[in-house]
């Protein structure tokens, strides 16, 4: 192991006449990877996958492919494999002379070709026998022969850009785990633009979670739901996402919530956080699954039930504490008998942030 890691990028900036995109990216991604790019829009995931792809040009930085400088190569000399929201497949081509495209970029034999272009559409689960056009197709058709067209050449890196935003909601799902398993039988090291956190934390090793020009963290996705390294990635991440809660830790069992209330999770939550020191004004993160509803009992916080939500395994029981709304999930056999209730905090301890910074304590 050199420990050198397959794409490497650092210091990238880019900006559109004189407005910053891209501040100062550093990302490092491990050969077979599926690593996503996550943000909401015009944070500046394209721009880098475009950086990346060699069709932007970025003002500053480096880019590393398997050792080599590829910062300034073009596109065509990338070997990479690109996938678009809009499918960009030629119209007036077959679906076969589609993927076939790039091999013959390539300079590739015919014979040869045509058996890539055989296991690349199969890959994908399409009938190589196809001869239609791509508008003969439906949408998640045609997103699956602009995969195989970008896993025909062999890439060395496959580029995705929102490749699912296009489907309706049922294929999106599907397509996503089927993106999931070509990834595991090609091991094509794999980058995926999305603003779909759902998507992400599906479908990837890592996440790097975008935010005006900036990562803001980089794990797996069970540690950017676990630990999210800023509130505004705790109100991102989930669905729903996590309860931010703003309290001052008003001693050391005491939380006083932004209307005055007084929470007093006493043992369970005021000893554990450490790093909120009494008076600082906080913002909790308490996941719905976490919290737990009763109707009596020690710490609980009074809270009123504002709408409940059935979603056939769970239900989501939106509740009302002062001004401030906090979602619980609750087994779908649990029954709401009264409006009024008491909600429990978690055992685990708390992830909290600084009210004015959003960083984690
Ligand atoms: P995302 O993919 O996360 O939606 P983009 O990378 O497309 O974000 O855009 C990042 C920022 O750069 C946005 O503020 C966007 O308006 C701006 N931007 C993107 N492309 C251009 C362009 N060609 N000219 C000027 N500004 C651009």
Not at 26 to 50: I, R
Not at 251 to 280: C, E
């Amino acid at each position: 192991m050199t420990g050198s890691p397959y794409l490497r990028i650092r210091s990238v900036q880019k900006s559109y006449k004189g407005s910053v995109a891209l501040h100062d990216i550093d990302l490092d991604v491990e050969q077979g990877a599926f690593v996503s790019l996550l943000g909401p829009s015009g944070c500046g995931k394209s721009t880098l996958l475009q950086i990346l792809a060699g069709l932007l040009e970025p003002d500053r930085g480096q880019i590393q492919l398997d050792g080599a400088d590829i910062t300034n190569l073009p596109p065509w000399r990338r070997n990479i494999g690109l996938v678009f929201q809009n499918y960009a497949l030629f119209p007036h081509l077959s679906i076969r002379q589609n993927v076939r495209f790039g091999l013959d970029m390539l300079g590739m034999g015919r014979v040869e070709a045509e058996k890539r272009v055989d296991e690349s559409l199969e890959m994908v689960g399409l009938d190589p026998s196809l001869s239609r056009r791509p508008g003969e197709l439906s949408g998640g058709q045609q997103q699956r022969v602009a995969i195989a067209r970008a896993i025909a050449i062999r890439p060395r890196l496959l580029l995705m850009d929102e490749p699912l935003s296009n489907l309706d909601a049922v294929l999106r799902h599907k397509v996503r785990l089927e993106l999931r398993e070509l990834h595991d039988r090609t091991g094509i090291t794999t980058i995926m633009v999305t603003h779909d956190q759902a998507e992400a934390l599906a479908t990837s090793d890592r996440i790097a979670v975008m935010q005006s020009g900036r990562i803001l963290q980089y794990e797996a996705p069970e540690t950017l739901y676990g630990a999210p390294a800023t509130a505004f990635i705790a109100g991102f991440v989930g669905s729903p996402p996590a309860n931010l809660l703003p309290l001052t830790a008003s001693g050391p069992d005491n939380w006083t919530l932004a209307d005055g209330q007084v929470w007093q999770p006493a043992a369970v939550l005021a000893p554990k956080a450490n790093g909120a020191q009494s008076g600082r004004a906080c913002l909790i993160a308490l996941r719905p699954e976490t919290l737990t509803i009763g109707t009596s009992g020690d710490g609980g916080l009074p809270a009123r039930v504002a709408a409940v939500e059935f979603n056939g395994g769970d239900r989501l029981v939106h509740a009302e504490t002062g001004g401030t709304r906090i979602t619980v999930r609750i087994a779908a056999s649990q029954a709401i008998a009264s409006p009024d209730i008491l909600l429990f905090p978690p055992q685990q301890a708390p992830v909290l942030f600084d009210a004015t910074t959003g960083t984690r304590l």
